[in-house]
């Protein structure tokens, strides 16, 4: 008997130019461009195996060892229907002795390997690493960048955690969404000196979800309509151009503006949102004194921070600045011993 098994994983990604709102919720279609990092580290992975048998009743989840339901016409059964759709199209009609895989139905289980407790978002590789399993169980001879078109449909930032490097989800103008996909601006190896090192600030459950914090933020912030118009467009542009000259004083400068307007758009959102706290915020004057001083030593920014929708800091930095920041981060935030709780932790440093 044949078994139909495949695994596939996929890290997290950083944005270094956010995505911060939706023009279409159901197929996921963002109001602006976005561009990330994606961590290239080992133990920042989500890893999914998807199964397929004539045997099974129904497609069945479970995360991280727990089943979850998957519920009719939500975002997992989209990508699994999506999935399905791809292989009976690419492959069953193409090739009539091709297994019939697309009419059976599926069992897949996924684990994250970070802790929950670094407060690290797992949509973006869950359903990355989802959809390139289930394009590996069903063979399919499509590109990162089309599998990205169904990726974005579960979560839209794991759209980006279909490539390595920097990555690109253009926003794209077809009200269908196919032409709102991932693109790779460069590989990893074309810029290898980067570094992320992952503050966690606070384990604590973000009191508003993106999902519904970037949605309020559409419907009542005016400061998003001039950011989507007027300023992440040139964003997008100048930072893509800082990646491939390699120009890390460009590439901090648009990073670092970019994550403040974000938390501007969030704070201009009614009821505001605030997701940084006073540790987060002294971490940036930390990182805004340090480059002072590389600024004035001629040496240009030596670090970027960027913050999600939670208070953990991400600070990027050429490898041969990392341990200098971990040591000055260590000693204006001594972290307790055993506890990542309301403390201040470090999570990793590591190549991006
Ligand atoms: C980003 N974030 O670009 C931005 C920055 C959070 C802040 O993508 O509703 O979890 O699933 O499409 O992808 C978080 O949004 O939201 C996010 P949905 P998602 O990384």
């Excluded at 979560?155 to 490097?165: D, I, K, N, T, Y």
Aim: aromatic fraction near 8%; charged fraction near 20%; charge should be neutral.
């Amino acid at each position: 008997m044949t078994v139909y098994q495949a695994t596939a994983s996929a890290p997290v990604n950083i944005a270094c130019i956010k995505y911060w709102g939706k023009r279409d919720t159901k197929l996921i279609l963002p109001t602006n461009s976005s561009l990330s990092v994606t961590l290239d580290q080992d133990h920042l992975r989500s890893t999914t195996t998807s199964r397929a048998d004539a045997s099974f009743s129904k497609d069945r989840l479970w995360l991280n060892g727990k089943e979850e339901e998957i519920k009719e016409g939500g975002r997992m059964s989209t990508c699994i229907r999506e999935m399905k759709r791809l292989r009976k199209e690419e492959v069953e009609d193409k090739n009539p002795n091709e297994p019939k895989l697309s009419t059976f139905n599926v069992h897949i289980c996924s684990h994250n390997n970070f802790p929950t407790a670094a407060g690290l978002a797992s949509s973006a590789s869950g359903f990355a690493a989802l959809v390139s399993s289930l394009a590996n169980l069903y063979a399919l001879p499509v590109s990162a960048s089309d599998l990205s078109l169904i990726a974005r449909q579960g979560s839209g930032s794991a759209c980006r955690s279909l490539f390595g490097g920097f990555v690109a989800w253009q926003m794209g103008s077809n009200p269908t969404g196919v032409d709102s996909l991932a693109v790779q601006v460069a590989e990893q190896s074309h810029w290898p000196d980067i570094h992320a090192l992952i503050c966690v600030v606070s384990d604590d459950k973000k009191g508003t979800s993106s999902t519904s914090g970037m949605q309020r933020t559409v419907e009542t912030s005016a400061l998003l309509q001039h950011r989507i118009k007027e300023v992440v467009p040139r964003r997008m542009e100048e930072i893509s151009k800082a990646i491939m000259e390699r120009d890390f004083d460009a590439f901090a400068r648009v990073t670092m503006a970019d994550s403040n307007q974000f938390h501007a758009v969030a704070l201009d959102t009614e009821p505001p949102i605030f997701y940084m706290n006073d540790v987060s915020r002294a971490i940036i004057g930390l990182i805004v004194e340090y480059n002072r001083v590389g600024v004035e030593e001629g040496r240009g920014y030596r670090a970027a921070y960027t913050y999600d929708a939670g208070p953990n800091a991400v600070i990027y930095a050429p490898k041969e600045n990392v341990k200098e920041i971990v040591e000055l981060v260590v000693s204006y935030f001594p972290q307790r011993e055993g506890s990542f709780k309301d403390n201040f932790g470090l999570f990793g440093g590591g190549q991006v």
